[in-house]
């Protein structure tokens, strides 16, 4: 189920002096009221000029000293990389390109690889019970289909109890075998199942239905790399000397056409704490709008290797990603392609090339 984002519809046709009701919120199950416009037709009409690039605020920085109007350098004694805030959002920070090539290549091969493994629930999860190997699958052309025996060892780790008969279990298949032995067995193709991944979790496990965390589910400590980069890039927003703490994240896989509705991330109990927001793949719109739904977003873009991090009164506002930009021209990533240009980086290229991963990180307690 799909409760965060939805597919189209189109950009308002100017990203700026619009407030966030237009949006589908995660908790709301109105679809959204916006024009019904053609995807290209959409894209050719939006006014990019009013979105702020922080790159090149960065490079006028370097160059000139001086920031536009509104925003400012934020000075941190302790943080070693320049991070810019916004005057009229106090507890949002922007660090441009806080991940180098390398750093986003390892963080995008986790999210394909690692991060949709269980007992990281993903929204295949409550379909197909969990996938264990979904990308070597794709990369296998392999398809997935009901399992007739489940395994102990995955129940133990998953911490399953066989009396639960609901429990589904679903396991991946060599194409041919599939098609010319047994037609009659549902399946689904792995390469259609990464195309609709949408999201997954990983450390405390979001329960979506219900809107927190679900201590009771199975799961693993955020991975201590991930939980290195977090802390490190958290520090200008941690009140002084303390130290964040990692619990939760949530990936954001990002198809083409794929939005992110005005939300809030409310579930957290300590709002001063930052989330740690790390964009990867095609440059995306991000909108950060105010404490009410009605107020202007600000628009600006996000990079493959931006982290944005939210607290304090940040926390409170209403925020949104409602375009990705997965067309060559404007996707900003033929230095990240060129990455992933050995033949045995073929799936990974394919789809970077046309998809965003966003990983953001939570303190929850
Ligand atoms: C979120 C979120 C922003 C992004 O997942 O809560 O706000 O940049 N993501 O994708
Ligand atoms: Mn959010």
Request: glycine residues 6%; proline residues 6%.
């Amino acid at each position: 189920m799909e409760l965060r984002r939805s597919s189209t519809p189109p950009l308002p046709s100017t990203l700026r002096g619009r407030p966030f009701e237009g949006l589908r919120s995660c908790t709301s199950s109105t679809k959204p009221k916006l024009p019904k416009v053609g995807k290209n037709q959409a894209h050719r009409k939006t006014d990019l000029s009013g979105v702020i690039d922080f790159h090149s605020v960065l490079e006028s920085f370097k160059q000139c000293g001086t920031t536009p109007a509104g925003i400012f350098k934020y000075e941190c004694r302790s943080f070693n990389r320049p991070v810019f805030c916004f005057e009229e959002r106090p507890g949002f920070y922007f660090i441009p390109g806080a991940l180098t090539d390398d750093e986003q290549v390892h963080w995008i091969r986790e999210s394909l690889i690692s991060f949709p493994q269980p007992p990281n629930r993903t929204n295949h999860t409550e379909a197909y019970g969990p996938i264990f190997g979904l990308f070597d699958a794709v990369q296998n052309n392999k398809v997935l289909v009901e399992a007739k025996s489940t395994s102990s060892e995955v129940d133990r780790i998953l911490g399953y109890d066989k009396t639960n008969l609901n429990s589904k279990r679903f396991s991946f298949s060599e194409y041919c075998m599939i098609t010319n032995n047994d037609e009659s067995y549902k399946s689904v193709a792995a390469s259609v199942l990464l195309r609709k991944l949408r999201w997954s979790t990983l450390g405390l496990q979001f329960d979506w239905s219900k809107r927190n965390y679900a201590v009771s589910l199975p799961h693993k400590r955020i991975p201590d790399d991930l939980c290195l980069v977090a802390k490190k890039m958290a520090v200008p927003a941690m009140p002084n000397g303390e130290e964040f703490q990692p619990e939760a994240a949530i990936v954001n896989y990002f198809g083409p056409s794929d939005m992110l509705g005005g939300h809030l991330d409310d579930m957290e109990k300590d709002w001063s704490k930052p989330i740690v927001s790390i964009s990867l793949g095609c440059k995306a719109i991000f909108l950060l709008g105010g404490k009410s739904r009605e107020d202007m977003p600000i628009a600006m873009f996000l990079r493959s290797g931006d982290i944005v991090l939210m607290a304090g009164e940040a926390r409170e506002c209403f925020h949104g990603v409602p375009r990705i930009f997965s067309d060559s021209e404007h996707a900003d990533n033929v230095d990240l392609l060129s990455q992933f240009s050995n033949e045995e980086d073929l799936c990974f290229r394919e789809y970077i090339k046309t998809s965003r991963i966003n990983i953001n990180i939570r303190q929850v307690n």
